[in-house]
């Protein structure tokens, strides 16, 4: 029959959910970093402006490689500060602990 | 935008930076500069609560999410954000969208990824700034004298940079009252001590006119005093909550500055659709990239994405907000904040700068840093008082970023030098002394020292924002989430990444690989960019590279000492 590990080797609950939030972090930072500048570069380099539309007064290549992902991302601030991230707690700085904490 | 100011200067050292002021102007420039010293003397109440070396530098750990969310955007947002940014997008149009497109995750990144567990490390060991937590996490005193060392030297060509562009923006403000008889009394009063001194002599600035040290000199220098004056005196007194609550009253004027920019701006010119298509026939080249005169290659698109997020994670400044957080709904709370702030800020920016495009084709080119209040000053024509406030954010975003480099400084000296290594059992009454002492000693050399700023410091200035970056993004980051992190892999990475980016900083001023490179890659004092990626990338990827493999490669520490960091019931060091 399998045990749980003892308390003793458990990991810190704060430093599991810091790390898990981070590599989603760098994961959307990933992401966006291939959408904005390969977009960016692909629709909006090296091309003629006669022929640019607009979006929204801005040539097209700014709103699908800038506005759009910055929305998202935006957006997924939301959900991550207000659904994802855990609340934990920071603990005390030593002068504030008791004694024998 | 860490290194914004860098761009700044080089503007604002051209004449006619910043419009004359005007009497609006420098009512709004005093309103501020009086709140900002009723913040500094309220600030100083709260030091009389507590331990007074965290609450002077790190306001007791006790920031909100409204006070943490601007103060972090009000140092990130320097003035080269409101002058030197605007510049570049009247410049270069829209392909600046891309250059700052980093933003979009610049505030989760910078901050998301550290500050949970940084906050967490510091208060576990009772550290109060960066080189304390790496000190404690590694056990090693060497290594934290070493990361103080590199902070102070970083931080004091910085802030030489910052009182320059201070002393150059208030010289500017005050030239609509240079007639004015205090003016020149003080102005007599400064030529006769630099003359004294040996630091200036008018015969001889006479035969260097358009240099700094011509015979406008004592004006910038009469400029420089008033401006580290305010800041040194509202930052000694009043320490980090002097520093944060300026940062929020700045952070205020900056949103509704280029909110109220924008709406005023597209109304003047019709639209943004009207502006664009009025850009497509000044020049084509302003609506695709990689814009006029090849400014922004797909290399340096990268590089600027990763310096406005893995960049600003790295800078102590920002790192010192993050562990002086409550707790984490306060964490939450202001990440969003700052995403918003960011959303509101910079695409504002984009557009108005646009809209100036089309309004003014060709009129300010050769002088483009004047474009931002040269456009304050159009669509404010019927509103004085509000353009002389919008005019006011710069200056405000000058003294802020001073204030907070200011303090990590004297911090620096005083808890990591002098406490760590001298006195560690200083009274209480004697710490306060020394911190007081410490603070404003450091303003009062860093005035010193910007009697004599370097030339070419705008180059410095991104120098050292760039190194602190690849100095402690990767032991920071190592010393947080890897146990098997050791003192020697730490050091590594530390002295890797500063050697990595200072070599291709040094190869690119002695010239090399600069043929045939345009854009910021191109300037004569520029690093080199391999492949066009900036050396922050190589610095960082190197630092972190060097920190893994000499960690695998030493003697791990000890086990009881790591548990403490890493697990539940792991004791406090």
Known sequence: MMHPPPEKSREQRLLRNARREGLVIMVVWAAALLWSVGAGV???????????????????????????????????????????????????????????? | ??????????????SGAVPQASPYTLIAFFGYMGGVFLLGALSHQLLKRGSFLKEYFLGDRQLNAWVLGLTYVAT???AGSFVGFPSLIYQHGWIMALWIAGYMVGGLVSKGVLAK?????????????VPDVLRDRFQSPALGTLASVFLLLFLLFNLVGQFKAGGLIMRQACEGVRDNAVYQSARTATVRTLSATHVWNETAAAKHPGELRDVEYPDYVLGMFIFALTVVAYTTYGGFWAVTWSDVLQGVMILAGALLLMFLALGKVGGLAEATNKLRTIDPKLLTGPGPDDYLAPGLAVSFFCMWTLS??????????????????????SLFLIGLYYLLIYLPLVFTFICARAIYPTEYLKQSDRIMPVMTQTVTADWPLLGGLILAAPYAAAMSAVAGFLLLMSSSLVRDIYQRNFNPDISAR?????????????GIVVTIASLWPPRFLQYLVLFTTAGMACTYLAPTVLCLYWRRATRAGALAALIGG??????????GMMGIGKAG?????????????????????????????LGIAVSLFTQPLPQKHVDSYFLADGHSP
Not at chain 2, 312 to 333: E, I, Y
Not at chain 2, 517 to 524: D, L, N, Q, V, Y
Request: aromatic residues 10%; contains cysteine.
């Open chain 1, 42 to 101: 692909l629709l909006g380099y090296r091309r003629s402006a006669q022929e640019m539309q607009l979006i929204f007064g801005m040539p097209d290549w700014v709103f699908w490689s800038v506005v759009l992902p910055w929305a998202l991302c935006f957006l997924f601030s939301i959900w991550f500060c207000f659904a994802f991230m855990a609340d934990d707690d920071l603990g005390l700085d030593p002068e504030e602990r008791p004694p024998h904490a």
């Open chain 2, 1 to 14: 935008m860490p290194s914004a100011l860098a761009s700044l200067l080089p503007l604002l050292a051209q």
């Open chain 2, 117 to 129: 567990r940084l906050n967490q490390v510091s208060r576990l060991s009772g550290a109060i700034t």
């Open chain 2, 517 to 545: 490179k345009t854009g910021p890659a191109g300037e004569g004092f520029a690093p080199i960019c391999i492949l066009d990626l900036d050396p922050v990338i190589y610095g960082l990827l190197i630092s972190f590279a």
């Open chain 2, 76 to 78: 990130s947002v320097s």
């Open chain 2, 312 to 333: 600003a994670m790295g800078q102590p400044v920002g790192m010192v907000r993050l562990m002086a957080c409550r707790d984490t709904p306060t964490l939450r709370r």
């Open chain 2, 498 to 507: 500063f050697l990595t980016l200072s070599t291709l900083w040094g190869l």
């Open chain 2, 430 to 442: 004697d710490v306060k002394k020394v911190s007081y002492l410490t603070t404003a000693a450091v």
